[in-house]
Every structure is written in structure tokens, then in C-alpha cells.
Antibody
């Protein structure tokens, strides 16, 4: 079974750093991009960026460029999303998803279960 | 504001047919395929359609997807209470060089 399992919920203070993870299994991890999606409380989905696990090439949405870093450790089939200095506005659910395609830009399937990040003083 | 525009809400009674629209532009829906995602309350999104009108295995054929020009639609016939969820469209945007989502439509089964 193809699945993505994310790390658990986090509670942090403003200014702290954080790295959350997304571990893939049941498929060739380096054959599919991993993407990260933010969902703020009561709001919709926002594409943050993606990484190609085969070469670690990343592409960020302009809205998130410079605010987060996406990385990968292909030896353990795990992608990461990290912040160097959290803000209260980073409070959200974060999902990773595997990009699948038939030769074009593709779609996201499956999704991880989500990691809730709460930033509060 | 989302790049793709969806109505914030839709509703119907059991057995009815409901359609959810997703409006974009030439740089996204007009040039690329659309995917749809269903998010049941308190759960992660789940793929509903890919390549505009392709259903993954396990998705009932009550659901259908289509596209015309710069707009796409998701239709649900024979509405059931279990269809109550948030629905999102997505597409690649050639100008932004990334994916864009619709704002989501909350479907209520009355």
C-alpha cells in the first residue's frame, strides 16, 4: 500500500525553529515528487512547494519562498518541511502529498494524514 | 484569494444532482488538466479526479468531472449523506510555475 506518514502535532513558541517530516512507503520514493500543502484553520488548501527526491530540486510557491525550506533524505524515504523562526501566522495543518502523473504536471495522491502546527506564546 | 474560483457552498437533498464549478484562466485550467479532491470533516484530502475526468479506483461513478475552456466542473448525482464534505479543484499554472487550488466548496446534504 502506498502511503505517506507524517510526524505528530507540534506546539511551539514564536521565534522557535521546527522541522516536520513525511515518510513514504510502498513505492519507489525517488520516482515521485513530494509536495507540501498548508491549510490554515477553517480555510482552504494552499500549495507551498515541491521537491524531487531523486535530486533534491525544489520549487516554492512565491507565497512561501524564503519562509520555509523543503528537503529530503532519500536514504530513509523521508521529506521535510522546516521553519527557522516560526510566527503565530504559521499555525495551520500541513499536509504532504505524492505527486503522480501521466506525463504532464499531474495530481496529488496519496496525502499524508497531516501535521498540526500550533505557534503560540 | 485563490487563483481558481469555486462557490463557497453548495447543497442538495439526497438523490439530487449537484454541480460544483471551478473557474480559472488560460494559464491554468485553459492549458492544463484539473484534479479534484474531497476532504471529509477532520480528515486529509483525498483524490477524487485526475486528468480532469479520470476517476481513481474506488470513487463511485456517481461522480463525474469535466472541463470547458477555462472552467471545470464536478458533478455528483444521486447525492448521499456521505458526500457531505469540502471539495477542491487544482491545476498547474504556467505563469506561476506551480500548482494552484480553488478556495473550496462546502457541500451540504440537506
Amino acid at each position: 500500500e502506498v502511503q505517506l506518514v507524517q510526524s505528530g502535532a507540534e506546539v511551539k513558541k514564536p521565534g522557535e525553529s521546527l522541522r516536520i517530516s513525511c515518510k513514504g512507503s510502498g513505492y519507489s520514493f525517488t520516482s515521485h515528487w513530494i509536495t507540501w500543502v498548508r491549510q490554515m484553520p477553517g480555510k482552504g488548501l494552499e500549495w507551498m512547494g515541491r521537491i524531487d527526491p531523486s535530486d533534491s530540486y525544489t520549487k516554492y510557491s512565491p507565497s512561501f519562498q524564503g519562509h520555509v525550506t523543503i528537503s529530503v533524505d532519500k536514504s530513509i524515504s523521508t521529506a521535510y518541511l522546516q521553519w527557522s523562526s516560526l510566527k503565530a501566522s504559521d499555525t495551520a495543518m500541513y499536509y504532504c502529498a505524492r505527486r503522480d502523473s501521466n506525463g504532464y504536471y499531474g495530481w496529488f495522491d496519496p496525502w499524508g494524514q497531516g501535521t498540526l502546527v500550533t505557534v503560540s506564546s | 484569494q485563490s487563483v481558481l474560483t469555486q462557490p463557497p457552498s453548495a447543497s442538495g437533498t439526497p438523490g439530487q444532482r449537484v454541480t460544483i464549478s471551478c473557474s480559472g484562466s488560460r494559464s491554468n485550467i485553459g492549458s492544463n488538466t484539473v484534479s479534484w479532491y474531497q476532504q471529509l470533516p477532520g480528515t486529509a484530502p483525498k483524490l477524487l479526479f485526475y486528468s480532469t475526468n479520470q476517476r481513481p479506483s474506488g470513487v463511485p461513478d456517481r461522480f463525474s468531472g469535466s472541463k470547458s475552456g477555462t472552467s471545470a466542473s464536478l458533478a455528483i448525482s444521486g447525492l448521499q449523506s456521505e458526500d457531505e464534505a469540502d471539495y477542491y479543484c487544482a491545476s498547474w499554472d504556467d505563469s506561476l510555475n506551480g500548482w494552484v487550488f480553488g478556495g473550496g466548496t462546502k457541500l451540504t446534504v440537506l
